[in-house]
C-alpha cells in the first residue's frame, strides 16, 4: 500500500473514531439534559431515590418494570421518576449509617454554604375552598364529591390500635439550626430516634392516644442498613401489623421531603401558627393507574386525603402544600385506609417537624372522631 493511502486510511479511522467518541458523549449529554432540566416541582422526593448516576440509569431503564407488591420501583410516570433526580442528594454512600456525634464542635472554616430559602407554598393546578390538589394524572377528580362521602370504617370504643404510623425511610432527619443556610457536610440522615422522623411520629402517635385513639408505632429502621428494598421491608412490617391488629383502619407512613436545585439550594417549606413555626406538610394518594396496580382502595384514601386537607386548613391555615395526586402506589394498597405523608424537608429543623408531628395528630383525629 501506498504512503499516501496509508496516511488517507489513517486519517479515515481517526475521524471515525472521534466521531463515534463524540456520537457516545451526545448521547450522555442528551441523558443528562433530560434529567437536569426538569423543573424543580414540589413533589415528594424522598421517596425511592437513586444513589448514583448509574442507579438513575437502571431506574431510568426500568421504569415500565414497575411491580405491585411494595418494591422500590413503584413509578410508572417517566416523567415523574427524572423529576425526582434534582431532589434527594442525601442518599448514604455506603450501608452504614452511624450515628452523628454531637459532641464536638465542627469547624466549618474550609466548607462551603448553600443558601435555604423558607416560603409557604400553596398554589397548583386544582384548588377547592381553602386548599390546592396537584393532579398530575389524567384523572378528573370531584374534590367536593370525595370530601363529602363517608369513609369505609367508623372509630370503634376500643384500646386496641385503629392507627398504624410506620416509616419507610425512618434515617430521614432535619436540620438541627434555623440559619438561612447549610454546609456542604451536612448530612440529613440520622440512626437516632431522637433526631429522624420516628420523632415526628412520636409526636403524632402522642396526640392520637391523648384523643383516645390507639395507635401503633413501628419503629423499625426499614432503610438502614440498605436504602434499597425499604418499601419490600416497610410492607412486611406492615402486614404483620395488620395480621396482629386487625382492628386498624388507617395506616400512615411518615416522610420528610428534600428539595434542593442542581446549584444546592434547598427549599423550606413553612407556616406560622400561634406565633410558632412548623413545617408544612405534603399529602401523597396514588391510584389504580388503569388497573397497572393492585389497588382498589385507592378512592378511600383520596376520600381520607382529602378531607385530612381540608380539615388541616380549617384549624391550622396554611399547613398543607398541594395535596399530590399521581401515579404511584408505595404501599398504599395496605390496610383499609393509608396515606404517605410527607412533615417538612431536610432544610426544616427538628422542632419545626415535630411541632407539625403534634398538630397533625390533632387533625388525623378530627377526621377520625367525625367518623361517628
Avoid at 396537584?134 to 367508623?154: E, R, V, W
Avoid at 440529613?188 to 401503633?216: C, F, H, M, W
Avoid at 406565633?275 to 389504580?288: D, T
Wanted: glycine content about 6%.
Amino acid at each position: 500500500m501506498k504512503i499516501s493511502e496509508r496516511i488517507s486510511k489513517t486519517i479515515v479511522m481517526s475521524v471515525a473514531a472521534v466521531m463515534s467518541v463524540f456520537g457516545t458523549v451526545c448521547v450522555s449529554a442528551r441523558f443528562m439534559n433530560n434529567i437536569h432540566t426538569q423543573d424543580v416541582q414540589l413533589a415528594a422526593v424522598g421517596l425511592t431515590m437513586p444513589d448514583t448516576m448509574e442507579q438513575a440509569q437502571t431506574l431510568f431503564n426500568n421504569s415500565t418494570k414497575n411491580t405491585t407488591n411494595g418494591t422500590d420501583a413503584k413509578i410508572s410516570d417517566l416523567s415523574i421518576t427524572t423529576d425526582f433526580l434534582l431532589k434527594e442528594n442525601d442518599l448514604p454512600d455506603d450501608t452504614d449509617l452511624a450515628v452523628k456525634d454531637r459532641t464536638t464542635d465542627v469547624d466549618h472554616t474550609l466548607e462551603q454554604s448553600f443558601l435555604v430559602t423558607e416560603s409557604l407554598y400553596r398554589e397548583s393546578n386544582m384548588s377547592f375552598d381553602n386548599f390546592f390538589v396537584k393532579n398530575s394524572t389524567d384523572l378528573s377528580i370531584d374534590i367536593k364529591t370525595y370530601i363529602s362521602a363517608k369513609l369505609p370504617y367508623t372509630l370503634e370504643n376500643t384500646t386496641e390500635p385503629q392507627v398504624l404510623i410506620v416509616h419507610t425511610h425512618a434515617t430521614e432527619s432535619y436540620m438541627e439550626e434555623d440559619l438561612g443556610y447549610y454546609y456542604e457536610s451536612f448530612y440529613p440522615r440520622d440512626t437516632d430516634d431522637s433526631y429522624n422522623v420516628i420523632s415526628v411520629g412520636n409526636a403524632i402517635e402522642k396526640k392520637l392516644q391523648q384523643s383516645g385513639i390507639g395507635v401503633a408505632h413501628c419503629t423499625e429502621h426499614h432503610d438502614d442498613p440498605q436504602y434499597y428494598g425499604a418499601y419490600d421491608n416497610c410492607a412486611d412490617s406492615i402486614n404483620e401489623y395488620l395480621k396482629k391488629y386487625p382492628t386498624i383502619k388507617l395506616v400512615l407512613d411518615i416522610h420528610r421531603d428534600s428539595i434542593t436545585t442542581d446549584e444546592g439550594e434547598k427549599y423550606k417549606p413553612t407556616f406560622v401558627y400561634n406565633g410558632k413555626k412548623a413545617a408544612q406538610i405534603m399529602i401523597m394518594c396514588g391510584n389504580e393507574n388503569y388497573g397497572y396496580y393492585d389497588f382498589p382502595n385507592w378512592e378511600d384514601n383520596l376520600r381520607l386525603g382529602l378531607k385530612l386537607q381540608n380539615t388541616a386548613e380549617n384549624k391550622y391555615p396554611g399547613m398543607t402544600r398541594p395535596l399530590y395526586f399521581g401515579n404511584f402506589m408505595y404501599n398504599m394498597n395496605l390496610g383499609t385506609t393509608s396515606l404517605l405523608i410527607e412533615v417538612g424537608s431536610d432544610a426544616n429543623t427538628l422542632t419545626e417537624a415535630q411541632y407539625t408531628g403534634e398538630l397533625l395528630g390533632d387533625v388525623i383525629a378530627t377526621v377520625l372522631k367525625s367518623t361517628v
